[in-house]
């Protein structure tokens, strides 16, 4: 990109402090030269985009505040990718996911891989649970394949991301979706039992006519970007009902008199996995983020 092109950009986007040009999915105007190498003149401007935290970045803002790190841009599809074990199965994760894919306004979908290894059937628990909330959850087994077909029924036709810890399988998934793929395969640490890295770059990838994957490199921890702690629960599609029959407006449902959240967790109408993991996000969020 021409270097004024990227002045002209941070001056416009300078409130927003937004770290990504350009990025995976992106439209963009360009010109091609003659050795093949081009020159992007325009960002045609994004239907969504999936974004977290980035790591902070010494000097790229005020006080140390976290960026926004962009992953994907243009995305109808987020499969939220999770394994029974090794790595073990970890709901908080797999919840800030689905937060930072709510508030981009995707289609969540969940995959747990590695189903072979849930040997106490813990994951149909869990199945449950997030089906009762309106995603569509696959069991998968990536060395046999199981599972596969039903998830390259839903990609067909839009363009998907698949995200996930690091470990989790992701790779393996894609391979079977697509054999051509040949993606690198990591193992977990015995010593952690949490992934290795193995994709380090996002890339969109071309499976069929109009149907596109987006890989992405795994994750150790997320937080989603831009959230104010009374707007939390409106990602949370089991405490987002009773929210608006809260006393107050502003409410976190934390702490407050005469929240409907904290009524309905007590009358056991709130999972209680669910609404920990809710607090447990609501503490992350930082009071003086610049808007």
């Known amino acids: 990109m021409p270097g004024k092109f990227k002045k002209e950009f941070h001056l416009k986007k300078n409130k927003q402090y937004n ?14 030269n003659q050795d093949k190498s081009g020159v992007i003149l325009e960002v045609i401007n994004r239907k969504n985009y999936l974004s977290r935290k980035a790591p902070s970045i010494k000097g790229a803002g005020f006080r140390g505040e976290r960026l926004e790190q962009i992953v994907a841009a243009n995305i109808e599809k987020l499969f939220i990718v999770c394994s029974a074990d090794n790595p073990r199965f ?53 060395r046999t394949g199981k599972g596969i077909e039903a998830i390259k029924e839903d990609m067909q036709g839009v363009t998907s991301v698949f995200w996930g810890a690091s470990g989790v399988g992701k790779s393996s998934i894609l391979n079977c979706i697509d054999s051509r793929l ?17 994709t380090v770059t996002t890339l969109l990838i071309p499976v069929s006519e109009n149907t596109f994957l ?25 405490l987002s009902p009773y929210a608006f029959e809260c006393r107050f407006n502003t409410c976190t449902h934390h702490h407050e008199p005469g929240c409907a959240v904290i009524e309905a967790f007590e009358n056991e ?23």
Request: aromatic share 12%; proline share 2%.
């Open 269 to 291: 109408k709130v999972n209680p996995f669910r609404y920990e993991s809710y607090l447990n996000m609501l503490e992350t969020i930082e009071d003086d983020m610049l808007f």
């Open 90 to 142: 970890n709901n908080r994760l797999l919840d800030r996911i689905i937060v930072a894919g709510e508030s981009a306004n995707l289609q969540l979908h969940i995959i747990v891989n590695k189903i072979d290894l849930d040997f106490t059937d813990e994951m149909s628990y869990w199945k449950v649970v997030y089906e009762n909330l309106g995603y569509r959850v696959y069991f998968t087994d990536a």
């Open 182 to 198: 040949n993606l690198k395969i990591g193992d977990t640490s015995a010593k952690t039992n949490k992934g290795t890295h193995t």
């Open 19 to 32: 770290l990504d040009i350009v990025t995976v999915g992106d439209y963009v105007e360009f010109t091609l």
């Open 214 to 238: 987006i890989d992405t490199p795994g994750i150790r921890e997320i937080e989603p970007y831009g959230l104010k702690k009374e707007d939390l629960h409106h990602y949370f599609r089991d």
